[in-house]
């Protein structure tokens, strides 16, 4: 086993937990960070990712991704990346895992609904919301609310997208408990965690969007990196037909962003001269990063992905459906309190912002084919878009 990089988080010197746990009970040889990753697995949170959207609203075909696979994908990425940086591979994957757990159901368009309607009363982001479910939904223990994970993986969590001077609400109050330093760049596992979240998606949205018939392989070489990708995978098997090469093409796209991605973090590494994760925290700027030249041909990749895929006409259309169940339902359950179920009720706070944010809680927490039943059983009967 390699040994770790001077720049790692080392679980060893974690800056622990918001509540002290008893030490006497015994939960296995697993130090902090593994603990944290086995948690975010055995949540009720993580469960219901497999069946929120990722690209395809409650999609009716058995083959595409939903939150849960992606966030699998992403650990996969990350933990390869950390493994070949000398970083905590587990500090990285719980990161990975739990990154989306804050997602409403019907992904960004049901994200837009809860924005929508907590307008007055702070708005709703899925990655404040990730921090809310971790720290104060989920609840599995008798003592606290929320999973009770380390400092480094919430910090991660917070800030895997690059420091947070102006947080929401959501995310204000998660660091009020407990203080994550949001102005400063996160360690280098939560800044590989950012990274694989982008390489999988980039790349196997491409996959899911031609087994949907929403893009072709003629559409997709326009685009400058998919078409150096197919020509090396045709020339490796130039004899196998196109449909057998797709899995070829995001392979070799993602190993291509991969080992970009290794180099360019090396070299920054070197550069900044750090030797620990809290230098790492102090440099001014990402040490995890593209080269130059590979950022633009991601950023090239996904205008395309957003013009052919995202906005597809018949994407959009599931979209404005979402919007109208996660609304309707926030309406819903906003006017007439005895709508929630019994646990819910008992909880809701008397004044606002609170009581708006405590109907969202409950909302958020839905997967995709929960909130079209209870849409169907609350506010009425409800026509979706074919395949939705």
């Known amino acids: 086993m390699t040994a770790p990089a001077l720049w790692a988080s080392d679980p060893e010197r974690s800056n622990g937990r918001l509540h002290r746990e008893q030490n006497g009970t015994a939960r296995g040889p697993r130090d902090a960070f593994q603990r944290d990753r086995d948690r975010v697995i055995h949540s009720i949170s993580f469960r219901r990712l497999r069946h929120k959207t990722q690209v395809f609203m409650a999609p009716d075909g058995d083959h595409f991704r939903v939150r849960l696979t992606h966030s699998l994908e992403v650990a996969q990425i990350g933990r390869t990346i950390a493994r070949a940086l000398g970083l905590n591979e587990d500090l990285t994957e719980a990161i990975c895992l739990a990154h989306d757990i804050g ?62 001077r102006r947080p929401g609400w959501a995310l204000a ?9 949001l102005g400063t760049w996160p360690s280098l596992e939560a800044q590989v965690a950012a990274i694989a979240d982008d390489i999988a998606y980039d790349n196997h949205d491409i996959d899911d969007g031609l087994r949907a018939g929403l893009l072709s392989l003629d559409q997709l070489l326009a685009v400058p990196t998919v078409a150096r990708n197919w020509a090396a995978a045709r020339a490796r098997f130039a004899d196998v037909a196109d449909a057998r090469l797709m899995g070829e093409l995001v392979r070799g796209q993602i190993g291509e962003m991969v080992t970009d991605l290794l180099d360019e973090t090396r070299a920054r590494i070197a550069a900044a001269g750090v030797e620990s994760a809290d230098e790492v925290r102090a440099t001014p700027h990402a040490l995890a990063a593209f080269s130059p ?89 409800i026509d979706l878009p074919e395949g939705f």
């Open 173 to 181: 109050e998660a660091d009020a408990a407990f203080p994550l330093a």
């Open 103 to 164: 997602h409403p159901p019907f992904g960004h368009a049901g994200e837009a609904a809860l924005k929508d309607a907590l307008r007055g009363a702070g708005g709703f982001d899925h990655n404040g919301h990730t921090l809310r479910v971790l720290t104060a939904i989920e609840r599995p223990y008798p003592r606290w609310n929320g999973l009770n994970l380390t400092w480094e993986t919430l910090e991660g969590l917070a800030k895997h997208n690059g420091p947070q």
């Open 293 to 381: 030249a590979m950022r633009e041909e991601e950023r090239d990749l996904k205008r395309f992905m957003y013009a052919n895929l995202y906005h597809h006409p018949r994407q959009l259309a599931a979209a404005d459906a979402a919007h109208a169940v996660v609304a309707g339902l926030f309406a819903a359950y906003r006017a007439d309190a005895a709508l929630l179920p019994e646990g819910w009720r008992a909880e809701l706070p008397v004044g606002e912002p609170e009581r708006g944010r405590h109907v969202a809680d409950f909302i958020a927490g839905m997967t995709d084919r929960y909130a079209v039943a209870r849409y169907r059983e609350v506010v009425g009967a």
